[in-house]
């Protein structure tokens, strides 16, 4: 009964943490799927182990108010240090690194887990996390919602001052054709919500350089089936555009 119990509550809290994941990774946060379902099972894992492992040292004889798991909670809290120290947070105000630091606090878990006595608890949570960390998302990817099968790149343009930014966003999102003025019919808003955009822009930041070119620092979302030197074409095809910086997020 106890590994049924045990088989539904890691069961359900890789759940929940999937529904949390899916949630962030659609608003394009840095908490997404792999590291709510990481931290949502790893903590479901002591968690169960904490109060079992109480009921069984105090059947076999031990004192009840000897608390087995206060050095594992000790543990826990100097491992997760370990683990923020692998959080890095990059010059284009993207944080990495949330999954690897995760996945540390995981292992700790597990670790107290087998030093409790609960073995096949812990190789079910280990077939869990692989899932989580392995066939979910590329799943998701399939079969789930469109914001699910993006990528988040960051792109750096210097481009000369002769282009209206208007018309640089348009033409990215266009996938480089510039909408030239007046030389082709306007196209209406009606044209525009029928046709299907790939690349969509999520921020915009603009800065004058000394020599009087202009920085252009972009947030974009593509499908993840694009590769990134098909960006990087992209935009170097577009007029008044001098160098391109690519790096996916």
Known sequence: MFIQEFVIKISLSLLLGLVIGIDRQMKHKPLGLKTSMVICVASCLVTIVSVESFFKYSAEGLSTNMDPMRLAAQIVSGVGFLGAGVILRRNNDVISGLTTAA???????????????????????????????????????????????????????????????????????????????????????????????????????????????????????????????????????????????????
Do not use: H
Not at 122 to 132: E, P, R
Not at 138 to 161: N, W
């Open 103 to 249: 996945m540390i606090w995981a292992a700790s878990g597990l670790g107290i887990a087998i030093g409790a006595g609960f073995y096949l608890e812990s190789f079910y949570t280990v077939l869990l996390i692989l899932i989580a960390i392995n066939i979910i998302p590329s799943l998701l990817k399939t079969i789930g919602p469109p914001t699910l099968k993006q990528d988040d790149v960051a792109l750096k343009i210097v481009m000369e001052p002769n282009l209206n930014m208007t018309e640089l966003i348009e033409a990215i999102e266009q996938k480089g054709e510039i909408l030239e003025e007046k030389a082709t019919e306007p196209i209406t808003k009606k044209k525009k919500k029928r046709r299907k955009k790939e690349i969509s822009i999520r921020s915009v930041k603009v800065k004058d350089l000394d020599n009087g070119n202009q920085l252009i620092d972009l947030k974009i979302s593509v499908p993840s089936k694009m590769y990134i030197t098909d960006v990087y074409y992209i935009i170097k095809k577009i007029r008044y555009v001098k160098s391109v910086n690519v790096e996916k997020l």
